[in-house]
Structure formats: C-alpha cells, structure tokens
C-alpha cells in the first residue's frame, strides 16, 4: 500500500475507534431503550432507540467474522424493503467486523422504515498482527471473493428466516470502502435492485497501490496467484460496463480520503452502457460527514422514489 494510504487508513481505523467509544457512551447514557422484542427465528432483541430493534446472528459461515445485525423497526406493514450495508475502514484487500460506531450509518434508513441487514466482511486484519495477521486476512477476504460469499450467505439467510423483508426490494449501501464493496454487489449478486454508493474508492488498485499488490502477487501458491487479475476483477472503474442496476453515488468535493475526479469519471463511465445513474455532489463536508449530513438522507429519498417507481 503506498505510504499516503497507510497513513489514510490508519487514521480511518483510529476515527472508526473513536466513534465507537462515543456512541457506546451514548448508548449507555442518553439512550433510554424500551422492552426487548423476541423473534420467532432471531432470538431476542435490543430496542437501540425508541421503535427500532436490533437483532444479533451468526456467524454464518466457517469464517469468525462473519455476523449480522438485523434492524426491523417495531412499526411497519406488511412485508418492507431492505438494505444491506458493509462496514466501511478497510484498505480494499481485508475484511472488517461490525462495530458500534458503524450504527449512525445504519439507523436513518430503519428510522425512513426500512429494514437494514449489517453484515461483516470475513478476513479483518487484528491490530498489531504483523505480517502474518495481514496475509491471513488477504486470503480469508479473497476466499469470500472480496465480500460477496458473506453477501450471498446473508440473502440466504434472510429468505428463510426474516419474513418481514421484502425479498424482491433488496438494496445495498456503503461508505468508502464499504460502497466499493457494494458497487462489486451491484453485478456480481443477481438479488439486488439497486445501489448507493457514498464517496467510493472505485479503482481499487490505485488505492492499495502497486508495492502492496506486486508483493501480494509475488507470494504465489494457491492463495495469490493471479493476484493482479483478482484486483482488477474486483474494481469498479474496470468493470463499469457490468453495472446495470439502479444506481445513486454521492460524494463531497471536500473529501480527503477519495477524490472527487475518480468518482465523477466512474459516473461518466458507468452512464454510457447504464440510464439509471443519479450523481449528487457537494460543497460541505469531508469523507464522513457529508455521507452523513447530505448523502444518506438524500439516498433515502433516491431508494423511496426507486421503490415507488416499481409499485
């Protein structure tokens, strides 16, 4: 990985510890929850603010990371749409667990009335793991073909066990490196309607950067070799001709983290083969704040007007 994103990614990963503090004082503090739902086939629940309750499951597959969080808001009728979000923070070539500083992304969209499905991406790197923590995570993440065997696993899971989701209205969304993640979903899961991608790192091999990818490839053996193709197979800007669903991207011209004119020649890209295509830029905010404050609420009304569109 080049030096400038080591640095990015570390101080991600120290703004993702941070914000779990906080909302776990939060939590502790201000929330006030209600009585605990119990689920037929989820088990019990925790009410995480007044009308939306949380249930916990997995893991689901061999690998450790590999759970869900199940939002249903205690409100509803009838059969609801939903959407399916990734945690966001890692360097594109590892996976990443749940957290309780990745809630803000989830609530907005429980609290708009649909339901959420977190899920976790197999392969995290542990702190301070060295080489050997790094490699092991490089290859439980392509195992799971960057993500998208948790994502299947979790639509199978859904269709037996969450009877309130619609199963014909599944939408994902994801930050950073989460909305790369949900880009890749976007053509390579045949069960999603559409997508929403919030300041994505759409070439994934400039962002590792070419030492990172060269050393990986280099290792060879079962688990890296074709390293590079793999890389490219699983970036975006390579394969925007693939995208056919619907499609909402929102980023900020402020943002530090990705910039602005990879995402605004993806769009263009996308366009040319794809009529479904809503690009939303901004003046305010960085690569969080934006996503929260201007890109989700406007998400939320792109994914409404989409499901209106349907009925």
Not at 68 to 73: E, G, R, S
Not at 167 to 179: N, T
Not at 188 to 205: E, F, L, N, S, T
Request: hydrophobic share 40%.
């Amino acid at each position: 990985m080049k030096s400038s994103n080591v640095d990015l990614l570390s101080n991600v990963l120290h703004k993702r510890t941070l914000l779990s503090v906080f909302v776990l004082l939060s939590l502790l503090f201000i929330s006030q929850p209600g009585v605990s739902q119990t689920h037929a086939k989820l088990g019990e629940g925790e009410q995480v603010e007044q009308g939306i309750t949380r249930y916990k499951v997995g893991p689901l597959m061999d690998f450790k990371t590999s759970s869900v969080w199940i939002y249903l808001p205690n409100e509803r009728e009838g059969k609801i749409p939903c959407v399916l979000i990734a945690p966001a923070g890692t360097g594109l070539f590892h996976g990443i667990g749940l957290s309780a500083g990745d809630m803000p992304e989830h609530l907005p969209y429980v609290r708009a009335g649909f339901a959420v499905i977190a899920y976790e991406l197999s392969g995290p790197i542990p702190e301070e793991s060295g080489n050997e923590g790094m490699i092991e995570g490089t290859i439980n993440f392509r195992l799971v073909e960057a993500g998208v065997r948790n994502l299947k696993e979790v639509i199978k899971f859904i269709e037996k066990n969450v009877a309130e989701v619609d199963k014909k209205q599944l939408y994902i969304a994801g930050h950073s490196s989460a909305a790369t993640h949900a880009l890749l979903a976007s053509w390579k899961v045949d069960r999603i309607r559409g997508c929403m991608a919030y300041a994505p790192a759409v070439d994934v091999a400039e962002f590792m950067g070419k030492d990172l990818i060269d050393a990986f490839n280099s290792i060879g053996g079962r688990y890296f070799s074709g390293y590079r193709k793999f890389i490219k197979d699983i970036s975006p800007s390579k394969n925007t001709s693939k995208i056919k669903c619907p499609l909402f991207v929102f980023h900020s011209e402020e943002d530090g983290v990705v910039a602005l004119s990879e995402t605004q020649q993806f769009v263009k890209s996308v366009q040319r083969g794809n009529d479904d295509v809503t690009f939303i830029m901004t003046d305010k905010g960085d690569h969080y704040n934006s996503m929260m404050d201007e890109g989700i609420p406007a998400g939320i009304e792109w994914l409404k007007n989409q499901i209106a569109a349907e009925d």
